[in-house]
Structures are given as C-alpha cells and as structure tokens.
T-cell receptor, first 113, second 112 residues
C-alpha cells in the first residue's frame, strides 16, 4: 500500500495564478483532510471531508476550495494564489471511528512569489 | 476545544529513555489523548493514543495521570531517528468534530 500520496512535491507560483493540489489514499478511509504548516508552526486545518460527498471548512478556509472526487481522492484548489499561501500543505486520511487516527502524506511545498 | 501545553524543546542521549510531558488540565471525560511526531521534512505520523489507562506499542508507551490532567510519552531507548517534533493532541470522541487542534509540540534532539 502506498498510503497517502500527494502531487506535486514542490511548486512555485506567481501571485494570481491558480493550481490544484492532488491527494489520494488507498486505505479505503472515509475521512480526508487538508492542512497547511507555516515555518515553526503546528498544522492548521483548511478543509476536511468526513465522508464521500461531504466537505466542511476548517480553521483557515479562505482562499481555498476543495473537491472530494471519490472515496480515494481529495483535491485542494487555489483560485488566485497569494504570497500568504506560501506554506507546506499536508493531506491526511482516517477511518471514521471515535479514535480517528490520521495518516499523512509527504506534503507539497508551495511558494507564491 | 481543550488545549495542551508542552515544553518547546528537550534533549536526550542516544539509547537513554526519554520522557516527554504534556499538560491538559481542561481535558474532558470524552477526550482521547493522541501523540503524533513529525520527522524533519516529513508529514506527521501517529505514535500512540489512550483514554485512561497506560498504553504500550512498538514505538512508545503512554503514561496517563490518574486525574488525566497530564500525560507522558515514553521512548524507552532513544535513537537518532527519534529526533522529531512531538505533538500531544486531544480528540473528543463524543462529538462529530473531526478536527485535531495542533500546538507547537516539543522538538526533541537526540545526541549520539
């Protein structure tokens, strides 16, 4: 099993450009998440999807949109990138039960100039 | 959401035990205590979790105080590969909120 995979690993954008970060999991998990991590900080939740067909806002959703394409895939879109969105983005998945252990991908390092 | 407090950094020597403390004085009866760690330039990985009793797995042990207001992650023999940021997080099993609130964690350095 590959676990949680993310593409791309690195990306540089100019202010105003758009892009989509891709995430896929092969563990048949119901729930998926997008986090961002700024230097020296903990993770902050952007959006999550408790199950296929549902999405909900996290702590910092402004400037982002998400799509739960199917049970395996959960994408994050930046419609008009801003320098404040320079960060490392992590996707995670979990089975929907009470203890809810999350499994993380390797991250996408995004720089917006 | 209940909060946790951890030291910013700790240091250990290789092959010695490490005790990483976490205070969670506002913990509720339905909060699980989760520990994750993040190795340099990697995504976080699950370490262990518990509710009331002490827990052991192949990676670590979790000791939970009787009043549940604090817990300690124990690495029995630190290796260089254990150098990471360790996060202590509370997860409410009673609600539908699937969010984990991440603090700054404890940065563990392991000396050879």
């Amino acid at each position: 099993n590959a676990g949680v995979t993310q593409t791309p690993k690195f990306q540089v954008l100019k202010t105003g450009q758009s892009m989509t970060l891709q995430c896929a999991q092969d563990m048949n998990h119901n729930s998926m998440y997008w986090y961002r991590q700024d230097p020296g900080m903990g993770l902050r939740l952007i959006y999550y999807s408790a199950s296929e067909g549902t999405t909900d806002k996290g702590e910092v959703p402004n400037g982002y949109n998400v799509s739960r394409l199917n049970k395996r895939e959960f994408s994050l879109r930046l419609e008009s990138a801003a320098p404040s969105q320079t960060s490392v983005y992590f996707c995670a998945s979990s089975e929907m039960h009470s203890t809810d252990t999350q499994y993380f991908g390797p991250g996408t390092r995004l720089t917006v100039l | 959401d209940a909060k946790t407090t951890q030291p910013n950094s700790m240091e250990s020597n290789e092959e010695e035990p490490v005790h990483l403390p976490c205070n969670h004085s506002t913990i509720s009866g339905t909060d699980y205590i989760h520990w994750y760690r993040q190795l340099p330039s990697q995504g976080p990985e699950y370490v262990i979790h518990g509710l009331t009793s002490n827990v052991n797995n192949r990676m670590a042990s979790l000791a939970i105080a009787e009043d549940r207001k604090s817990s300690t992650l124990i690495l029995h023999r630190a290796t260089l590969r254990d150098a990471a940021v360790y996060y202590c997080i509370l997860r409410d099993i009673a609600g539908n909120n699937r969010k984990l609130i991440w603090g700054l964690g404890t940065s563990l350095a392991v000396n050879p």
